[in-house]
């Protein structure tokens, strides 16, 4: 079976990130989409992170590559626990709307869908639902990391975050990209990482959740792959890869 735009083993997390940086580089024209999973962990920071940690401080603590993302939010731990996506649209495009929020809706519920066909229940939280969380937890240790708190769409268990979502929105087009827990991060690597305390590790665990605790079993990445595949092109009207 052949997965055109599953850039698997050869693409790590520095490619995907030159990806989304060259989509938006010129007007985008059409939709378009890439997967990745990662053979090794690394840190990706948020714009806004730059000065929390250096790429040395991070080799140095953990042994793990440090990049930064055009989008917003907090430190994502990437590795092979994770499957991730990058959604480029058109300005025009109708999944565009006008409130940034409202932009993230039909990809936390096309998670959703996904995740339901893998036999794993979930929902997209809704704004008043992520608003209330984000009041419960202003004065959280863990605002430096993005799995730790709940934004408008991301798709979660019981308050515990399986999908994370940010978005870049430029003149040229419009970026939306998405981490999936496959199975559960190495939590204290991120940490060491980020010279925080290991504690903070296990209040991570406990607020996130993946494919594997939910299910009660490992779910391929190739599998889930597919079915992501074939609803992102499904939704964005794309031809079907071959198989």
Known sequence: MSLPTLAAEIAVHRAEQAWNQQQLAAPVARPDFRLWRYRAPAVVLGCS????????????????????????????????????????????????????????????????????????????????????????HANSELGWACFAGLSPWEVVVDQRKIVGLAQVRRRT????????????????????????????????????????????????????ATALDAALRDVLALPMAER
């Not at 305390?197 to 889930?224: F, K, N």
Request: charged fraction near 15%.
């Open 49 to 136: 992170q730059r000065g929390l940690v250096s790429e040395a401080q991070s080799v140095q603590r953990a042994g793990l590559d440090l990049v930064q993302r055009h989008a917003g939010g907090g430190a994502v731990l990437v590795g092979p626990w994770m499957l991730s996506a990058s959604i480029v649209l058109p300005t025009s495009h109708p999944l565009v709307t006008a409130s940034a929020v409202q932009s993230y809706r039909w990809l936390g519920e096309l998670f959703v869908s996904v995740l339901s066909g893998a036999g794993i229940a979930t929902e997209a939280l809704a704004p008043e639902a992520a608003k209330a969380s984000q009041q419960r």
């Open 173 to 224: 087009g419009n970026l939306l990209v998405a981490g999936l827990l496959l199975d559960r991060p190495e939590w204290p690597l991120l940490c060491q990482a980020m010279g925080k305390p290991v504690e903070q590790a296990l209040a991570l665990e406990h607020c996130t959740t993946s494919c594997a605790e939910q299910a009660g079993r490992i779910i391929a990445v190739t599998d889930m």
